[in-house]
């Protein structure tokens, strides 16, 4: 026994690595936690990255407010602000008066709960090319948890993925895994957002739901994790093969992802129901 | 042995120093190199020590943590792929700028393949065959390009730490 394993010593702890491997991966993938290896990198690898993004902020805004056109770059700041704000407010408008029409603004406004907001930067990425996911400064010191939901004023950022005591990792709605239950503001027709490697996509249309190019695409709050009537983009294309039971819409996200550097993680009330949270 | 473990063991940690921070500013064609990956191909090709095959384990693991979260799966993917590099120097020689740019290319593909071959288990949605076009191919170029660079360094860094057995 000892001479065999003597023997195939190398090709034992091959197959031996490979199975607790495998291991691993099959446990983690069924947990869909955050495991302690995975805590433990990225708190060793969080001063790193802080620290670079702290000195790269620094130069960035050194450059921005200082050579590059002062003047400039603060009206823009201040027309982007008021863009924002002119969004928002569209956007909180045509809410209001589909629920106002529909007899059930009073209803709503009663249900509405105080959600505290996490202020967060971003200070990393995924590592690899498959997956859109964007590391934050904010852990579960500051009381983050799995699956809360991260937001812009812009609109819907994603859902954390895992936390370790410093830094999260958030899963953006545009990445493959991420499913959104949604509804077109306009009509109240429900879809599903489906994240894909360039964008996003609404499946599961209703086929004789009349949708068109431009309609708001709003959170619909089903499944108890997203809130609902945060906005997540426009309808950009539809997709509809008369064999098909569904229509699919191509969508323009709110958010524009590869600009983002900071976003809010919403911290539900005591009372809220709307978020699950592990 | 102990010297090059710890060489490698410093490439590593340079190579995940780059992959968190190198990688976040600077995407040429929207990729993001696998500086991990390539800094443990080139030292295989050079001393093919099995060492480094579990080596790319550890670094397999740290690139899970710092993407999807599935612990395990570039943790495969490294390893299979660094056994086969150690095989495939035996067939030719890769000790060029050249011969071992192309080695880590093919490599590269090789290892793509068996990691989302994986992940295509895990997550059914996934789109294989586009993200081994459009992500996959590209990327093996890239670390083609960048091969030699990391070549120069891996051969200056065994000059000053492992000296004349390098």
Redesign the interface.
Known sequence: MFKFIGTYR?YIS?VA??I??????YQ??NEQG??R??M???TI?YP??TS??SV?STIKNTWNSYINLIEVNEENKLLKQQLLNMEEKLNQHIENSVQFFRLRSQLLFAQKKAHKEIFSEII????????Q?RLINRGSNQLLQRNYIVIRKEGLVGRI??VSPYQS?VQLIID??SRVPALIQRNRVRGLI?GT?DGMEMRQINQHAKIKIGDRVISSGLGNLYPKGILIGWVSGINHEPHELFKTARLDSAVDFNQIEEVFAILPSKSDSNLSVE | MMRLFMLSLGFLLIGVLMNIVFNYYFLPVGLKINWMLIFILVLTFRHSSISLSFLGVFAGMILDSLSHGYIGLYGISFFVTLLLARQLIKLFYANTFFAVSLAVSVMTILEGWISLSILGMLETELNQSSLMLTSTLPLAVLHGLVTPFILQSVIWGENHFIGDTA
Not at chain 1, 20 to 25: D, I, Q, Y
Not at chain 1, 124 to 131: I, L, Q, R
């Open positions: 190398l091959i690595t490979l607790v491997l495998f291991f691993l991966m983690t993938y955050t495991s290896f995975q433990a990198v990225q690898t790193v990255q670079v993004q790269v990393g990425e995924s590592a690899d090319n498959t997956h996911i993925q895992s990792s493959h895994r489906y490697h």
